[in-house]
Structures are given as C-alpha cells and as structure tokens.
C-alpha cells in the first residue's frame, strides 16, 4: 500500500513540475532575489568562536570577570627588536608612531616608553608623584643613554612589559575602545589607520614593525575566511565541471549542473542572512560543501535522463521517469546526508549548532533545486545530439568493476584479513589522537600575523592572555598586606612557568611604591613590610596619580584584584598541566574561607571549549549513527540489515581516526566535523546498494550470489562517480591556509575512499557470506520505502 502511495505521489509530483514549469521557474527566481536581499544581513564574525553553552560554568566566570574588569581581549602591540631604533631621529619617530594613535577615538589609551612614569617620593608633601622618564622628546644620545640605563636596569616594574631588558626589544600597548572590540569599527581602525601609518613609518626608517595582541589576530584572521571563501567556491566550481565534463564529455550538461549549484550557493548564503548567523570558520565552508554535494545529484538526474531518451527516443516521458525513479533516491539520499548534519543541532555548541542547521537546509535546498531546474531546462532544450550519449557506451570503468566483481568472488577471505589488519592498526592509531586547545593552530601558519605572535612569544612569553581575579569577600580587601603577600606567592610560580609571561598585578605596584619610597633603589623593588606598609600606604593614599594606577588592577571597591599573564601557543597537555599547577597553589595559598579565586581569559575558554566540543562529537556521531540505522530500519524493515549495513561505513571512520592519530593530526573544532560529515554521505552508497541488491533477489528468485554480483554491477559505476566527485571536490579545502581547513578536506576525501571500496568489497562479501542469514524472504521483506523502482514499473 505504502509503495504504491509512494509511486503515486512521485507521479503527481512529475506531473507537476513539467505542467507548471515557467510558474516554478519564476518561484525560483523570486525566491533567488528574496534570499539575495538577506545577504545585507550576514556578519563576520568579530569574536573567537565561542565552543561552550552561554551557561557553561567557564562561560559564567568569563562574564563575571568581565562585568568586574570589561573587557580583557582590547590590547594590540607593536614591536620592533633593532638595535638602530636607539637613535634620536628613530627613537622620537617611534614615540610620534605610538602618539598618533591617541588622537583616534577607537583607542581608549597608547602606553609607550615616552608615557613611561617614574614613582617619585615627595618628602614635603608625604605623597608619591609621576615624573615621565622622556619630557618631549629625544634630544641627545646622552638621552637615550640614560633612559636605556634607567629603563633596563633600575626599573623591575616595566621589565616585561614595553621592553626585554635582555634583547632590548621594545614595544608599544594600544588599549582599543572597550565598546568597539567586538564590533565593525575595530577592524576599520586596523584596516585603514593602524596598518597604513605602521607600513609608512617602515619604509620611511626601514625598521620592521611586528604588530600582535587578539583584536589584531581576529581581525586579519577573519579577513582571511572572508577571502577563501570565494577562492573554495571558485576551486569548487572549476574542480567538479571538470570531472562532470569529463564524465558526459557535454557542455550544456555541464552548464546546467554549474547554473543549479551557483543559485545552491546564492540560497546557502541567503539562508545564512536570513537567520541572521555570522560568517564563522565552519559556516564559510558550507557555499563550496554545497557545490560538492549538488554536482553527484545532477549526474544521477542527468545520466538517468540521457540513458532514458536512448532507451525509448520520448523527452516527455524520459523527464517523468527522471524525477519519478531518481527522484525518491536522490531524495533518500540527500535526506540521510542533512541528518549527518543535522546532529550538530542537537549539541550545545552555539557555534556547531549553527552550522548544523545552515548545512542540512542548504543540502535539503540544493536537492529541491536539481530536481525541479534540470528536468525544467531540458524540456526547453533540444533532443540530445548522440555525442551528448556517447559516454554511456564507455566501457573504460568497466574493469574496475570486474576487479571488484573478481575480488568479492575469489578474495573474499582477503578482503575479510585487511579490514581486521586495519582496523586493528587504526586502534592503535586512534589511542595516539591528541586534543588541541589551540587558538592559533588553525590559523594559516605562513601568514604574517602569525609569524608576529611567535616573534612575541619570543620576546615576551605569548599575547594570549590568562586572567586570574581573587575576591577577597570584602571591601578593600586587596590592599592588606596578607593579600598581596598571598598573591605574590601565586605570581611566583608563573613568573617559574616558562609558557607565561611576567604577571602584571597590583602587587608589582606595591612593590615600585616601595622602591620610590626607598628613592628608587631597585634593590626594594619588593613588598613591603608591616611596619613599612604603613608608611607607604600613607603616600599611596595623598598621591592623586594612585587612583589611575590602580583602576586597571583593582576594581572601585577594592574588593576584586586581577593578575594578567600571558600564555604562548601551547597544546592542550601543556595547558592543563599549568592549569592544575595554578590552581594547585591556588588552593594552597588562598583559604577558601576568605577567598575566591578563578581562572579564565580567552585560551582558557577557548581550550575548554575544545574539549566540550570532544564530548559533543561522541554525541552528534551516535546520533547520526541511530538516526541512520532507524532510517535504514524503516526503509528496510530488518535489524540484520542495520548491522550489515553499519559495518561497512564504521570501518572508514575508524581507520580515519587511526590515520589522525598516526599522522599527529589533533582533536580539535575543525577535524572533529569529519565523521559526522563522512558518515552522513557514505551510507548513502550503501542504501543505493541494499535497495539494488534486494531488487535483484526478487528479479532472481532469492538467487542470492547472482543478485549480490548484479547489484554490484548496477551501482558499481554510479558508486565510482559520485565518490571521484566528492573526493576532489572535498580536496578543494587542501589549498586553505587554515590547518584546521585542510585536514578536514583532506580527512573527509579519504573517508570517503576508504567508504567507497567498502561498499563496493566488504558489503558484498558480508552479504555472500550470512547469506542464510540475511537473504531470505523474511529477513528481507517488501520495504517501507522503494528506493529504487522495480522493473515492472519500468514497463508501465
């Protein structure tokens, strides 16, 4: 009843779509120019990918740190390490540099060397006051001389900071306007003022300016998916024409294909305006994965179509036919393929919720596209000439498939030994999987910013930064000694960690408040005792200046206190190590009675987020694995088919996460997308095979040898087109400079292989080999879904 409810709706639908074509292509249209309008609405985005729930417990400590402190991730840095940059004319150009930002009203502050202050004891007045190491400007080497030996030798507070006493490295802080971090002006001040007066300022003194800090790495980093965008669509078009041209050796074929994934394309991005999503990492790889999946739809539609007009020489009846047999597969086929993609809905992750959903309407999208444009355009087109045929005569695949036919019929016990060997050997492999917690892993490692952050890890132990904030549970509770002494033992063992830079605290302040008021005696740079600290804060107290000072390091009520390090680009491992080390002392040093102290910053979340993001890929792949095994269920009504048909695309997955663990390819946002991805498209070769395969046994009797060789022989072909197509055009992602980038094209186009031959060798065998099991009238009985029609249907 259902089968043939199932054809008669199929019927309805062909008579639809070629009865009232010009309506729907005027529909198409509308709704291209409709979504089109919605791409005034995408954003890229202008915040690191947040991986975590909005009430994730790490994101909770973010937001309160930065409720008490604003926001920590609004420092850019230029720097220079050249010796000549200690001259008159260099120097003052520097400082000139450094003080045209100040005027921009994207910048909040510029801290320079000429902005440098020295804490200076004021006897008469019991206060401490500021004097600039540089009043104006540079006017005698004898100048530099002595700032050189003040800066780097008398003045602990600064070592680490604007300068490494040890290289002489210099640099310059730019605070941005903490309202404009996270939105469009930030790139527009780094775009058109920062970039421009940095490249003049280079070739004017032809010294090398390295420019770093996270609102400067985001921005280019962004810019960078913004242009490969483009570049994936354009490689993704050129790639798949190729091989689609190279297949049906037609242009109009290739046309048409090209016209329906380009309006795919125009629609993927109008749906991301539409729901108003930002253009992220992943969401920028969904225009080409659109072009990619849409290209194997045209050549079932098309290939059925030619084969069809040569059959009988009737166009009319060949577009029924089109969209009445390949119609219900394509759309099996697509739907089982959004589903791999629609798994990442159901996780927490804002980030791969987003993709999840843009990726499945958009598959769902390109599917309705190629079955109503391609049967629409060839009723205007033209009966197909017979070198628009010629390709389905070649006869160049078919000893593939006699060596496929060969092998499930005399190697079967080989090709059982080598997916035990590989499965046994990507075990091994998947144990050696590292997770990665890296900011900047992904970023394209041959680009300049990136060579400026390692230049600043160098010099000054990273940019990330890692925020530690103490609550006292009182008012002015930093600013007793036994707190501050508390917090210096803390800082201690991160000034000991070779991955973090110097902190930077109020107890640094205390400890220069104590040097001036020893008259600037390096040898106090210290914190104070008992009794001195009496008499220093009594100076602290009369100085107007301390306020200014404290503000970034204290919040208003002298309650909170914030230590700011920062982290270089460290894996996961590393991370946690620090991490349970801090904390260690943590719980060491501060009484949980008096004391609250958290740990956050921008790595910190971000390598949290990572490893959630771990835990979210077990989920999204089991349910895309039971969401295909009860669809496989439904359509073929048998739990052994399930296993059977599981056991096939497990397997490449498998040895994919062998070859991760192998070639030191990490767990991380990018590759994890991998599985979800490649298992969603390979089953789609084995319920074309199953479906064929049970046609068979009934056109055969249940002869279960003939029937598993005529499916092989009938899918064979299709199976190898559609994985060449999907294998190149997953390798487009190769030519990204984002890592992440290219090993999840890399890793989704072996994938793929590996699902191709074991479909095409492992199935069949399994299905020779239980075939008391799994061959029979009532392991298979009539499906709830015909695929593939049958040939009495061909006949009516």
Known sequence: MLKLLTKHFWDVVARLILRNKIIILIGIIAATVLLSLKWENMRFTYTEANLLPDDHEVNLIYNDFLKTFGEEGNLIVIGVKDSTLFSIEKLNAWNHLSDAFKVNEAVETVISIQDLQKLIKDTKHERFKLEPFIKDSIASVAQIEKLQNELFKKYPFYDNFLFNKDTKTVRTAIYLNKDIVNTPARKDFIIDVLLPNIEAFQDQYHLDVRVSGMPYIRTLNSQNIVDEIGLFIFAALLVTSIIFFFFFRSFRATFISLIVVCIGVMWTLGIIGFLNYEITVLTALIPPLIIVIGIPNCIFLINKY????????????????????????????????????????????????????????????????????????????????????????????????????????????????????????????????????SLIEDMPQESDFVHDIRFFEDEFNGIMPLEIMVDTKRKKGVMKLSTLKRMNELEELIIETPELSKPISVVGLVKYSKQAYYNGNPKYYQLPTSQENNFILSYAKNSSSNVDLLKNFVDSTGQYARITTFMKDIGTDKMERIEENLQTKIDKVFPKEKYNVTMTGKALVFQKGTKYLVKNLAISLSLAILLIALFMAYMFRSARMIIVSLIPNLLP?????????????????????????????????????????????????????????????????????????????????????????????????????????????????LLLSLERNIANKQVLREPSINIIPDDDDEEE
């Open 306 to 437: 030619q084969h069809e007009v040569k059959l009988h020489g009737n166009k009319v009846k060949s577009l029924q036919r089109v969209i009445t047999k390949v119609g219900n597969a394509t759309l099996m086929t697509n739907v089982t393929t959004a589903s791999g993609f629609a798994t990442f809905i159901l996780t927490e992750s804002k980030l791969l919720k987003e993709f999840g959903v843009v990726a499945s309407l958009s598959i769902l999208a390109i599917f309705v596209l190629c079955l109503l444009i391609i049967p629409i355009i060839y009723t205007f087109l033209p009966f197909p000439k017979d070198r628009h045929l010629e390709h389905l005569n070649k006869r160049w695949i078919g000893g593939f498939v006699n060596w496929m036919e060969r092998m499930v019929k005399h190697r079967r016990i080989t090709i059982y030994i080598t997916a035990v060997i590989l499965l046994t050997v990507s075990i091994i492999g998947i144990y050696q999987i590292k997770i990665s917690g």
């Open 653 to 765: 997955l498998l040895i994919t996460a062998g070859l991760m663990g192998y070639l030191g390819v990490p767990i991380k946002p990018s590759t994890i997308l991998v599985f979800s991805i490649a298992f969603g498209i390979s089953v789609d070769d084995t319920i074309h095979f199953l479906a064929k395969y049970r046609q068979e046994l009934q056109a055969n009797k249940w002869k279960i040898k003939v029937s598993v060789y005529g499916a092989l022989r009938e899918t064979g072909v299709s199976m190898f087109y559609t994985s060449i197509v999907l294998f190149f055009g997953f390798s487009v992602f190769t030519i990204s400079s984002f890592g992440g980038t290219v090993a999840l094209g890399a890793l989704v186009s072996a994938t793929l292989l590996f699902a191709m031959l074991s479909n095409l060798l492992l199935l069949p065998s």
